[in-house]
């Protein structure tokens, strides 16, 4: 008796529906976990650029700036690409607090954040652009959690 080397179609149709089953589980789990690295980044991203804003701020109340590149209201600088330019100190050394990538909004993709100034309300949606106080994403999507919305954060 001669055995057949090949696949029957039974088994063919099988394995894909098999396949087929486990990229459609697969599929969602890997944009949530997409999601959710975007959200640990923004979270992250977030926090840099504060710490950077204080950190500008205080070496400006403490007059170590030699010459603010301008001059934003309430020694907070004008805008945000100020972070991304060295800054003179009065000893002669240079400071560099973000650089230009880290101003890019994981959510939108783009360096496109809500400024909010010292004078803003903390809860208003638009500055006066006098200074860089706070910022958020301009992002209006809902977080994983299905209740706050980047831009919220």
């Excluded at 063919?12 to 949530?32: E, K, Y």
Aim: glycine fraction near 6%; proline fraction near 5%.
């Amino acid at each position: 008796m001669r055995r057949s080397r090949g696949v029957t179609l039974a088994e063919l149709i099988t394995v894909i529906a098999i396949v087929a089953i486990l990229a459609a589980v697969a599929l969602p789990m890997a944009r949530f976990a997409i999601r959710r690295q975007k959200e640990m980044d923004l979270r992250y991203r977030l926090q840099k650029i504060c710490n950077s804003i204080d950190a500008y701020h205080d070496l400006r109340v403490r007059g170590v700036i030699k010459e603010p590149p301008s001059l934003g209201q309430g020694d907070y600088p004008k805008t945000l690409d100020e972070l991304t330019k060295p800054i003179e100190l009065i000893d002669g050394k240079k400071v560099l607090f973000l650089r230009p990538s880290d101003l890019i909004d994981p959510m939108t993709g783009h360096a496109d954040w809500r400024t909010i100034a010292s004078t803003d309300d903390p809860d208003a949606t638009t500055s006066d652009g006098d200074n860089v106080w706070d910022i958020r994403s301009s992002s209006d999507a809902l977080s994983l959690d299905g209740k706050t919305k980047y831009s919220d954060w």
